[in-house]
């Protein structure tokens, strides 16, 4: 029998999981679990579940002390996943939904509702007193895959270049080498940090620092976030698509399924109030 899905090895891990017996062939359709707890559930990407979530959920009871909530984060393909299959209430995205997870959603004839609540982006960050303004997408990548270890490679003095990176357990971790390595394992000389605060910190201190952080940490004393490209790192060049290491945050929803208390917290993630919390966490604000 031929499979819509074929080729594509997670894809079809979710097809069988969530909609064992749902085929051209079958019309039975695999029984969907009642949810009457009001108990707000969100899976998905660990852009949005490592921090932002778990802030903005903590700002939002602040406001509504009786809000329930399960966070699990394992990847946007996880919580597009368990959207479809009616596991969850949110499906937390760093991406536009896939070819196939379309395709998934239309067989299950779910219509889902693309709430845009901002974009994750990352500055590359070298010490202010670093001559070099400007670097390509592949001198980036180079650097920070250790295949360039000397600033005189690009354009920069004859100093071994030093990274600064964050801790291999974080969501930023994984996501720099999506967005900038080709996801390309790091090499070269390497000091770890838990937060971006960390890593400002050394390359402020260390005038062969390279490392990223968010656009605000960019801006303290010390270092200065670099144009990639020639495109600068700031709000306008997320917005109008031009910056390349940034990616648009969305909170999917079933449109037919859509709780009432889902949607009250969606529209304050969308507020004004969400939207400083998310502008204080150094995230980039719709346009």
């Not at 180079?142 to 490679?153: E, H, P």
């Not at 720099?176 to 390309?184: G, I, Y």
């Amino acid at each position: 029998m031929k499979r819509v899905f074929c080729g594509h090895g997670f894809s079809l891990f979710l097809f069988g999981v969530l909609i064992a017996g749902c085929s051209p062939s079958n019309n039975t359709e695999a029984p969907e679990p009642e949810r009457t707890d009001g108990k707000i559930i969100i899976r998905g990407s660990n852009t949005i579940g490592e921090e932002l979530a778990p802030r903005l959920i903590a700002e939002y009871k602040k406001g509504h002390a009786n809000a329930s909530f399960d966070l699990e984060t394992k990847g946007t393909a996880y919580g597009m996943g368990a959207l479809v299959g009616n596991q969850c209430d949110i499906a937390g995205a760093s991406r536009a939904p896939s070819k196939d997870e379309l395709e998934l959603a239309k067989l299950r004839g779910v219509d889902l509702n693309d709430n845009v609540i901002g974009a994750y982006s990352v500055a590359v960050v070298v010490n202010a007193g670093n001559p070099v303004t400007s670097l390509s997408k592949e001198q980036v990548r180079d650097i920070f895959t250790g295949v360039i270890q000397n600033w005189k490679d690009v354009g920069g003095p004859d100093a071994a270049i030093q990274l600064y990176i964050r801790d291999p357990i974080s969501g930023t971790y994984l996501g720099f080498r999506e967005l900038a390595m080709e996801n390309k394992p790091y090499g070269g000389k390497l000091k770890l940090f838990t937060n971006y605060v960390g890593i400002v910190q050394g390359v402020a201190q260390d005038p062969a620092g390279i490392g990223y952080s968010s656009f605000q940490r960019a801006k303290s004393d010390g270092v200065k976030g670099v144009s990639i490209s020639g495109v600068a790192p700031n709000v306008e060049s997320v917005n109008n698509g031009d910056y390349p290491y940034a990616r648009i945050l969305h909170l999917y929803t079933n449109k037919a399924k859509e709780a009432q208390s889902t949607r009250d917290f969606i529209q304050f993630v969308q507020s004004s109030q969400g939207q400083e919390v998310m502008a204080q966490m150094g995230y980039v604000p719709p346009r």
